[in-house]
């Protein structure tokens, strides 16, 4: 997983896309919920402890589309 410390980006880049984030801990709880928008995306994540995380991205656009990345807060 890609390890981060208290932000985690994501770049939405294509246009005119809805997108929805969740990210949750290693037992499935959502710790974190909230709407993406176009360019990079900045999430503040101070209060997490460390330990692998998930990410879950649902775009909506011409298609729909889950994305899922994992990442390590340190």
Do not use: C
Request: net charge positive; no cysteine; glycine share 6%.
């Amino acid at each position: 997983p890609n390890p981060t410390r208290e932000f985690l980006h994501i770049d939405l880049v294509e246009k005119n896309v809805q997108a929805e984030a969740s990210i949750m801990n290693a037992q499935g709880v959502v710790v974190w919920k909230g709407h993406l928008k176009e360019g990079v995306n900045r999430i503040y994540l101070p209060k997490l402890q460390k330990g692998v995380y998930i990410a879950l991205i649902d775009k909506k656009g011409q298609k729909t589309e889950r994305i899922t990345k994992r990442f390590m807060i340190e």
